[in-house]
T-cell receptor, first 116, second 109 residues
Framework: IAGITQAPTSQILAAGRRMTLRCTQDMRHNAMYWYRQDLGLGLRLIHYSNTAGTTGKGEVPDGYSVSRANTDDFPLTLASAVPSQTSVYFC???????????????FGAGSRLTVL | GQNIDQPTEMTATEGAIVQINCTYQTSGFNGLFWYQQHAGEAPTFLSYNVLDGLEEKGRFSSFLSRSKGYSYLLLKELQMKDSASYLCASMDSNYQLIWGAGTKLIIKP
């Protein structure tokens, strides 16, 4: 089934631990994104990648890093988790940069992360 | 600055019509998206408007006025399964999305 797979679905971890959220897509989309979603706030972009081998910072990049070694995978790493990183994380992809509908995002099911 | 506003919550009756409004201030505006998000699930694409006017897709329609920085999502013949959050997002000059906090729509029988 075409789409985006995220893992883990949920995780509880202690503050200070390192955590990697995995994201894989099989749609051959060039662009991929990581968002966090918190109650009462809109989706906030953490990092993005317009194509394999390139990444960029979004609105809230501090404390997070990403890599894009190939088209399909876009992992998000929290080097040393803090409680303020408790959130639901969504990975998304899109087919290109044209404004005529090609920027429609396909989202993964989300990863719920709790940092204690 | 860039900003998106939409109501936090709305309630409507099954079978009725509801209009969810969204106002935006976006640099280099490149279009307005609506997504639907059921509780505990991922957002899914509903509509995209870049020109003024109404786009109709079955029971859902979306309207845009660029001069007023205003959009709405119109849902007709409401069904219980339409209970969800509806996210408005504008696209800026860098083709990045600025998201509203979402409108939680509650449908009552």
């Amino acid at each position: 089934i075409a789409g985006i797979t995220q893992a883990p679905t949920s995780q509880i971890l202690a503050a200070g631990r390192r955590m990697t959220l995995r994201c894989t897509q099989d749609m051959r989309h060039n662009a991929m994104y990581w968002y966090r979603q918190d109650l009462g706030l809109g989706l906030r972009l953490i990092h993005y990648s317009n194509t394999a081998g390139t990444t960029g910072k979004g609105e809230v990049p501090d404390g997070y890093s990403v890599s894009r070694a190939n088209t399909d995978d876009f992992p998000l790493t929290l080097a040393s988790a803090v409680p303020s990183q408790t959130s639901v994380y969504f990975c998304a992809s899109s087919g290109g940069g044209s404004p005529s509908g090609a920027n429609v995002l396909t989202f993964g099911a989300g990863s719920r992360l709790t940092v204690l | 600055g860039q900003n998106i506003d939409q109501p936090t919550e709305m309630t409507a009756t099954e079978g009725a019509i509801v209009q969810i409004n969204c106002t935006y201030q976006t640099s280099g505006f490149n279009g307005l998206f609506w997504y639907q998000q059921h509780a505990g699930e991922a957002p899914t694409f509903l509509s995209y408007n870049v020109l003024d006017g109404l786009e109709e897709k079955g029971r859902f329609s979306s309207f845009l006025s660029r001069s007023k920085g205003y959009s709405y999502l119109l849902l007709k013949e409401l069904q219980m399964k339409d209970s969800a959050s509806y996210l408005c997002a504008s696209m800026d000059s860098n083709y990045q999305l600025i998201w509203g906090a979402g409108t939680k729509l509650i449908i009552k029988p």
